[in-house]
């Protein structure tokens, strides 16, 4: 069963079902989300995100959708019938395409009598550069659309906590702990840095997934986290 105060969501950026399943079962009591990204959800697909969902963990739909409003509005009816508790879509994408994301995913909510996903934008990929200028234009247009928060790097999480206030969700990839090695992100934070800066989630992947001990390295970031209230 998911830790239901904890902020640390965990990317199960593996192969197969059952690698998923073992990292999750290893981590799932430190763990808010288990985000599934492009690589997984095209090798294990829906029945995956079932399955987690089931075993009583949150999911983070990793997609970042980009298309035209109708096409990524199909695609965020879809996630949210699959039963997704967040998912994501490039700022980038555009005002009219974040608006009919939201609205699609609300419909489809209501026409289930659930609560709908939070809806994500993704603004500068942490793997590239960008102006803090740059970012709060793009959290400023997803706002604007009605999407509930972005995803960000750690670095950019304070300006945005200022400028956008408290009711706007920021998720934080490009995590590093100190005793961990960078791998290709760039622009890394620690937990506390990023939890620090005003990040309401943080994103973790390979300090956990390679670890020798998985369970150990969630706890181990987990601590690092100062405690906090848990968004709603
Ligand atoms: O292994 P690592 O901790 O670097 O994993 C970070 C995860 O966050 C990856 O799944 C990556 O795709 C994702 N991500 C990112 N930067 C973004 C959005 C998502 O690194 N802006």
């Given at each position: ?15 197969t ?9 290893q ?13 997984l ?7 995956l ?5 089931d ?42 395409m ?23 934008a ?12 740059e ?41 590093r ?5 960078k ?16 990040a ?10 390679n670890?020798?001990?998985p369970?150990?390295?969630?706890k ?6 100062a405690p ?5």
């Amino acid at each position: 069963m998911a830790a239901n105060n904890s902020r640390l969501i965990l990317a199960l950026d593996v192969p197969t079902r059952a690698r998923a399943i073992e990292l999750a079962g290893q981590t799932g009591e430190y763990v808010s989300h288990f985000k599934v990204g492009s690589r997984l959800f095209t090798s294990e697909g829906p029945s995956l995100v079932r399955e987690i969902k089931d075993a009583g963990y949150g999911v983070f739909l990793d997609l970042k959708f980009h298309d035209i409003p109708n096409t990524v509005a199909e695609a965020a009816t879809a996630a949210t019938a699959l039963g997704v508790d967040m998912f994501d879509v490039h700022a980038s994408g555009g005002l009219d395409m974040m608006e009919a994301a939201v609205e699609a995913s609300r419909e489809e909510a209501e026409r289930m009598g659930i609560a709908p996903p939070k809806i994500l934008a993704i603004t500068v990929l942490t793997s590239r550069p960008s102006t803090v200028e740059e970012v709060l234009a793009l959290a400023e247009r997803a706002r604007a659309a009605g999407v509930h928060g972005v995803v960000s790097s750690a670095w950019e999480a304070k300006a945005i906590r200022e400028n956008m206030g408290t009711d706007f969700l920021i998720v934080t990839p490009g995590i590093r702990p100190a005793w961990s090695a960078k791998n290709d992100q760039r622009r890394v934070a620690t937990p506390e840095v990023a939890i620090a800066n005003g990040a309401d989630y943080i994103v973790v992947g390979r300090p956990i997934r390679n670890a020798e001990d998985p369970t150990g390295a969630a706890k181990i970031i987990i601590d690092e986290m100062a405690p906090a209230e848990v968004p709603q």
